[in-house]
């Protein structure tokens, strides 16, 4: 069955501009979460969603947010971006909310300019 | 908060030979999961291994293993005849309502 599908892979923007990054999860998997990647900060819990509501939040600024659809598909929303947002943006996704069966993407790698 | 140390930024292993990679965690949580992912330059994150924290068995696959101590909440993975595709960034994970990531050790396995 296919994986979780991130998509762009890669994107450019310039400061200040807003960003929309997509993600497919797995057949039937129902529970989506979001982590930012950098080297200097590591792996960054954003939040998660499952059944369309967000279910838990990261300690990220309100320029972050996130919505699920009813398919489950994911789109995270990034607003007035900052060179520090540069980073690895990658889904997760599972069956079900805290359940131990989470399958990751390949990220989409953002570089703002 | 939780945290999640790994104290080896990079660790070399002999092809065929035996590495142990470290892993601490701190919580005051009795319910919750561990995980050992690997990051390949193809920048996805791959499932090693996983333990639910209300098991004493120690999980294994195949040739990863895991010794985990709960008292002392240490979590280290056992990679046994290690093979040119381990190479890889790993990280170990905590996980109660979200994921915990530790700041992950480079593999490097040498012919």
């Known amino acids: 069955k296919a994986g979780v599908t991130q998509t762009p892979r890669y994107l450019i923007k310039t400061r200040g501009q807003q960003v929309t990054l997509s993600c497919s999860p797995i057949?039937?998997?129902?529970?989506v979460s979001w982590y930012q990647q950098t080297p200097g900060q590591g792996l960054q819990f954003l939040f998660e969603y499952f059944s369309e509501t967000q279910r838990n939040k990261g300690n990220f600024p309100g320029r972050f947010s996130g919505r699920q659809f009813s398919n489950s598909r994911s789109e995270m929303n990034v607003s007035t971006l900052e060179l520090g947002d540069s980073a690895l943006y990658l889904c997760?996704?599972?069956?079900?909310?805290?359940?131990?069966?989470?399958?990751f993407g390949s990220g989409t790698r953002l570089t703002v300019v | 908060a939780q945290t999640v140390t790994q104290s080896q930024p990079e660790m070399s292993v002999q092809e065929a030979e035996t590495v142990t990679l470290s892993c601490t965690y701190d919580?005051?949580?009795?319910?919750?999961?561990l995980f050992w992912y690997k990051q390949p330059p193809s920048r996805q994150m791959i499932l090693v291994i996983r333990?639910?924290?209300?098991?004493?068995q120690n999980a294994t696959e195949n040739r990863f293993s895991v010794n985990f101590q709960k008292a002392a909440k240490s979590f280290s993975l056992k990679i046994s005849d290690s093979q040119l595709g381990d190479a890889a960034m790993y990280f170990c994970a905590y996980r109660d309502n979200q994921f915990y990531f530790g700041t992950g050790t480079s593999l490097t396995v040498i012919p």
């Open positions: 997760a996704s599972s069956l079900r909310l805290n359940n131990y069966g989470y399958t």
């Open positions: 057949s039937g998997h129902r529970s």
């Open positions: 333990q639910e924290a209300y098991k004493q």
């Open positions: 919580t005051s949580e009795s319910d919750y999961y």
